[in-house]
């Protein structure tokens, strides 16, 4: 175990967990219980209000707030620390200066709403030191390690070959091999703590007309993948990323879902496409991408943040809740069509957070995630399709807005109480006085390792 891996409190001061981490900061049940407490009457009569009406057009209340409850939401280890621009970075302290301090604040944002039961880990940020320390710790918390993240978008210490002219794609095979291996220890490393989902997300490109071969540069990062893909284990699933620029502003190598469909289809089943929200032109339609590579048997996974311009890394559904209900339309519309094989999608929050408290803005993005989900469990499908297909423009907009209009906050706060979370996950947190508690055991001006 490295010291690094230790939090401030050392060795199990506490004696209450067996893991050898600094005791997290962590709410009982009769904490919960009592944050709960002063809001149950007039939940319980929202819900009742809102069941009734939704059972006169049909709908089975109970279903839907079990399909919220079960819902998961995966956190990225490198959200939970407050992100910067190119500009400065504002801290906001007792920020989580290890692995295990990323896991212990992922079980608290789990304890809060129930939906946060697994973590994306970023490589080279998050190399597991104490790998039997670490499992227990996510035993102990209930939590699973869902995805590893290769970095070949900046250089290490220490590293022989530059990725400033690309990484997959690089011309010069010593670097391609390179890149390759880093990510062949991701997937080592992933498998050490029980992740099934390797993601690649390639900085490569070209900022000036001519700088690179764009055909070539296709296939030498084809290669590339096909050999990280042979390497692959056999339940796991390589997830392709797609970006269309920044940091490259003249090509990026994979800068959309084709390019990342061909290439996942020429590697094999288990790759699949990866759709970060915030990786668009401004007003692309991501809800029709989301249909066609769930229809071609592709769509892998998501990242979820907001955008308003490019990959602004905000709040899930801050900007654009209309957008994400149309895209979880889209899924739920999917699941319901006895044509199409179920799907593994991987559900994922990639954002970063310069303004707000990062714990709130993940239980903020989480929040409107679920929102999102159930609103379009409520549309009605079957007026759907038959206003489609009588080509009635209005009637059809009407059932979308039925759903999406519909305040679903008591189906998705019901939700989180029968996952044994909080009502409202983020006046938990602020009543709890989390942050206050994490500053004092971590400092003022803790650094969190990655972005
Ligand atoms: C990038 C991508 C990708 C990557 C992350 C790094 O969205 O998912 O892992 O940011 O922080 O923009
Ligand atoms: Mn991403
Ligand atoms: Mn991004």
């Known amino acids: 175990m490295s010291s690094e891996e230790f939090g401030a409190g050392g060795r199990n001061t506490f004696g209450l967990l067996s893991s050898p981490y600094s005791h997290p900061v962590m709410l009982s049940e009769e904490q919960l219980r009592d944050l709960n407490y002063p809001l149950l009457a007039e939940h319980g009569r929202q819900l009742d209000f809102l069941a009734s009406t939704l059972h006169q057009r049909g709908l089975d209340v109970h279903a839907v707030v079990l399909r919220l409850a079960e ?3 995966a956190i990225p280890s490198w959200a939970l620390g407050t992100g910067g621009t190119r500009f400065g970075r504002f801290p906001a302290g007792g920020e989580p ?3 295990a301090e990323k896991i212990q604040d992922v079980g608290l944002l789990n304890q809060l709403n129930g939906s946060s039961n697994s973590i994306s880990l970023h490589i080279p940020w998050d190399i597991p030191t104490d790998v039997a320390g670490l499992q227990q710790l996510l035993r102990e918390q209930g939590l699973t390690i869902d995805s590893v993240n290769s970095n070949t978008f900046q250089d290490q210490r220490d590293q022989p070959h530059s990725y400033k002219f690309g990484s997959l794609s690089a011309t010069d095979p010593a670097i391609r091999a390179q890149a390759v291996q880093h990510n062949l ?5 992933g498998q050490q703590l029980g992740a099934r989902v390797h993601t690649v997300w390639l900085a490569d490109g070209s900022n000036f007309p001519g700088q690179s071969h764009l055909r070539r540069a296709y296939l030498r990062t084809q290669e590339s993948l096909a050999t990280i893909y042979e390497a692959l284990p056999s339940d796991w699933t390589m997830l392709v990323e797609y970006k269309p620029y920044e940091p490259n502003f003249y090509s990026m190598v994979i800068p959309d879902w084709g390019t990342s469909y061909t290439l996942c289809q020429s590697l094999g089943k288990q790759a699949q496409v990866l759709v970060d929200l915030g ?4 007003n692309t339609n991501i809800e029709q991408i989301v249909g066609r590579l769930r229809q071609l048997g592709r769509l892998g996974g998501f990242h979820f943040n907001g955008s308003g311009y490019g990959d602004d890394d905000l709040t899930t559904g801050s900007a654009k809740p209309f957008q994400l209900f149309l895209i979880f339309n889209e899924l739920v519309d999917a699941s319901q069509d006895a044509s199409l094989p179920a799907a593994q999608v991987a559900y994922m929050i990639d954002a970063s957070h310069n303004t707000k ?3 709130e803005d993940l239980l903020q993005s989480v929040d409107n995630i679920l929102v999102a989900y159930a609103k379009a469990l409520l549309v009605d499908r079957a007026a759907l399709h038959e206003a489609q297909e009588a080509n009635d423009v209005v009637r059809a907009e009407e059932v979308l807005r039925d759903a999406f209009l519909t305040d679903v906050r008591p189906l ?3 939700g989180y109480r029968q996952a044994g979370g909080a009502l409202r996950p983020v006046q938990a947190l602020r ?3 989390i942050r206050q508690q ?6 003022k001006c803790s650094l969190s390792t990655g972005l």
């Open 71 to 73: 819902f998961q939401v």
């Open 97 to 99: 200066r290890t692995l």
């Open 185 to 189: 220890d991701c997937i080592g490393y």
């Open 279 to 282: 990786h668009h032109l401004p």
């Open 357 to 359: 408290d990062p714990l």
């Open 412 to 414: 998705v706060a019901e």
């Open 431 to 433: 009543t709890a006085g």
């Open 438 to 443: 994490l500053i004092e055991q971590r400092g």
